[in-house]
């Protein structure tokens, strides 16, 4: 297992990288992620993609903190926070979100102020020929007292040879109907 960390650094990222048979050894293991910023232009972006532009419940901004970032926005930054935190060694797995337990918004997060992730490993149950982890994070907001959030995210790392042999009959019906539809256009017949 690899583990980066400087201890006398505090701003420091902890990345956890392992092999995937060794999975289970990530149990009360912690890691930390660099600081990040949320653009404000991503705040509309976000809107137009969760159709919140669209809410017909109109909300009086003077009861928001200017440049607020929505709490599923926040949770929706999970996977860019952690995904370069915890990693199995190699290119051959994969991981999914497996679902989330304790979730709160403690303090308000604004646009153009940096938070980070950390958290711990609190568990590791075999599932299949994966591992499901416990991730128990917080993110905090530099210059708050109270974390932004806290949530328990559940994510099942899995070995590549599970999608390709899951995805490899869709992938051959879809290369077989695109070979039949090439050849009947080169020989002149109809798609």
């Excluded at 007292?145 to 790392?157: H, I, K, M, N, S």
Aim: negative net charge; glycine residues 8%; aromatic residues 8%.
């Amino acid at each position: 297992m690899t583990t980066v960390q400087t201890p006398t650094e505090a701003d420091t990222p902890v990345r956890l990288h392992i092999s995937l048979d060794r999975v289970p050894d990530l149990v009360g293991r912690e890691f930390r992620g660099p600081w990040f910023t949320i653009g404000r232009e991503k705040l509309p972006v976000f809107d137009d993609a969760t159709y919140a532009d669209q809410n017909i419940h109109t909300f009086d901004d003077d009861n928001y903190a200017e440049d607020l970032v929505e709490g599923f926005h926040l949770l929706a930054l999970l996977d860019h926070l952690t995904n370069d935190l915890l990693a199995a060694e190699g290119d051959h797995w994969y991981a999914v979100n497996y679902g989330l337990d304790r979730v709160r918004f403690v303090t308000p997060v604004q646009a153009g102020v940096p938070i980070r992730v950390h958290g711990a490993v609190a568990d590791v149950r075999p599932k299949g020929d994966g591992h499901l982890l416990l991730l128990r994070m917080t993110v905090e907001v530099r210059g708050a007292e109270r974390p932004g959030f806290t949530a328990d995210q559940w994510v099942l790392w899995l070995p590549t040879d599970d999608v390709e042999a899951r995805e490899a009959p869709e992938v051959r019906a879809r290369q077989e109907t695109q070979e039949v539809q090439t050849q009947r256009s080169t020989s002149g017949g109809t798609t």
